[in-house]
């Protein structure tokens, strides 16, 4: 039986967001396996070939959504000291920046920056890499927002590398989180109740958030307002019709129901960007998170994961076996997805997209 207190009220969303065209089921019955919100969720998709949007319906009434965050794992404390290969990681990503994006203070080492060169040869590593940087270079520096900035690590790496930063983290406590570990100005609120001055910014970045939006054109007009003519929006979503899906159906770690309210094609998320009076730049699908999508999406299936009644977060059952199988699984799964995303450019599991404000 659901605790009166914990139960999720609802309202029904039968039609499209965009189009309004009737949706069709296309799942039903899912729980909430990450962090455990109580209840039974469903999916329906817009049967329009010009359009494919998802959509959860019932979806939470808006006084509602902060119960689908109580136990997110945006504000957990990361304590454990970086390993060997993190370290490693870290020179590559700094040799790669520098080299390859021009951030010239990442590092000075010669050799880090000659073996950034030729590892950036390899589109998979550079992509990898700029997704880290939300792929902007250091000659578009300048004031940076970034909207749902959940723990602050990207936030405080543009700040090393030059930029001017804000964030925006509706979630109060990962919010306090980000100012007292990074002294970063971040807010805890919407973006629509920050009401920053028009022309406020250079770049917005949303990364994995116009998914949890309940009217994402409404805060993509507000973006709009709050950028510079010429400011871009750089925004990454999972894509509703990628390999991982298909593959996986409603086990997909992408879904996230409850709160994923809507997961976008690249025809939809495209049509939002124009709704909301943006100039397209550029859409594409990534690979970038599949050995992770793919790996979590194997737990929910055959139901390895139950929850930390302290934390909410995921707790592996068998956890020695799921270890040794993340370590030999992952990397297969990666090196199938990049191949699928050779022969079809539409198969990543994440859509990037980059649009831009121009003049009237």
């Known amino acids: 039986m659901i605790d009166k207190e914990r139960e999720i009220k609802v309202v029904s969303h039968p039609n499209c967001y965009f189009c309004g065209t009737k949706g069709e089921i296309l799942?039903?019955?899912?729980?909430?396996?990450?962090?455990?919100?109580?209840?039974?969720?469903?999916?329906k998709r817009c049967p329009n070939i010009g359009c494919g949007l998802v959509w959860l319906d019932p979806m939470p009434l808006a006084d509602q959504i902060p119960k689908l965050y109580e136990k997110y794992y945006t504000h957990k404390v990361d304590r454990l000291q970086p390993s060997f290969i993190v370290r490693l990681y870290e020179r590559i990503r700094e040799g790669i920046l520098a080299s390859s994006f021009g951030y010239d203070e990442a590092t000075r080492s010669v050799f880090w920056r000659i073996s950034g060169h030729i590892l950036a040869c390899i589109p998979?590593?550079?992509e990898r890499i700029g997704g880290t940087i939300m792929w902007l270079e250091a000659s578009q520096r300048g004031r940076f927002l970034d909207v749902g900035c959940g723990d602050g690590k990207l936030l405080?790496?543009?700040?090393?590398?030059?930029?001017?930063?804000?964030?925006?983290?509706?979630?109060?406590d990962a919010a306090e989180f980000v100012r007292s570990k990074?002294?970063?100005?971040?807010?805890?609120?919407?973006?629509?109740?920050?009401?920053?001055?028009?022309?406020?910014?250079?770049?917005?970045?949303?990364?994995?958030?116009?998914?949890?939006?309940?009217?994402?054109?409404?805060?993509?007009?507000?973006?709009?307002?709050?950028?510079?003519?010429g400011g871009?929006?750089?925004?990454?979503?999972?894509?509703?019709?990628g390999s991982g899906i298909k593959r996986y159906g409603p086990?997909?770690?992408?879904?996230?129901?409850?709160?994923?309210?809507?997961?976008?094609?690249?025809?939809?998320?495209?049509?939002?960007?124009?709704?909301?009076?943006?100039?397209?730049?550029?859409t594409r699908t990534l690979s970038r998170c599949a050995a992770q999508f793919w790996s979590n999406s194997d737990q929910i299936r055959h139901r390895l994961t139950?929850?930390?009644?302290?934390?909410?977060?995921?707790?592996?059952?068998?956890?020695k076996v799921t270890k040794v199988l993340c370590l030999i699984r992952r990397p297969v799964y990666q090196f199938l997805a990049n191949i699928?995303?050779?022969?079809?450019?539409?198969?990543?599991?994440?859509?990037?997209?980059?649009?831009?404000k121009v003049g009237l």
């Open 182 to 229: 990074f002294g970063l100005n971040v807010r805890g609120c919407n973006l629509e109740e920050a009401k920053y001055p028009d022309a406020s910014f250079d770049v917005i970045s949303m990364h994995h958030v116009i998914e949890h939006l309940a009217d994402p054109v409404a805060t993509l007009k507000e973006c709009l307002r709050v950028l510079r003519q």
């Open 306 to 319: 139950s929850y930390d009644a302290k934390s909410g977060h995921p707790r592996p059952l068998r956890q």
């Open 340 to 356: 699928l995303l050779l022969l079809n450019q539409q198969s990543g599991d994440e859509i990037l997209l980059i649009a831009k």
């Open 124 to 126: 998979f590593v550079k």
């Open 232 to 241: 871009r929006l750089v925004l990454v979503t999972p894509n509703a019709v």
């Open 27 to 43: 799942y039903k019955d899912l729980e909430d396996r990450l962090f455990g919100v109580p209840g039974k969720w469903a999916f």
């Open 156 to 172: 405080q790496r543009m700040h090393n590398l030059g930029w001017n930063v804000e964030g925006i983290e509706p979630d109060n």
């Open 251 to 282: 086990d997909w770690r992408g879904l996230e129901p409850p709160r994923h309210l809507y997961l976008f094609t690249r025809r939809s998320i495209e049509r939002s960007i124009r709704d909301a009076g943006f100039s397209l730049q550029s």
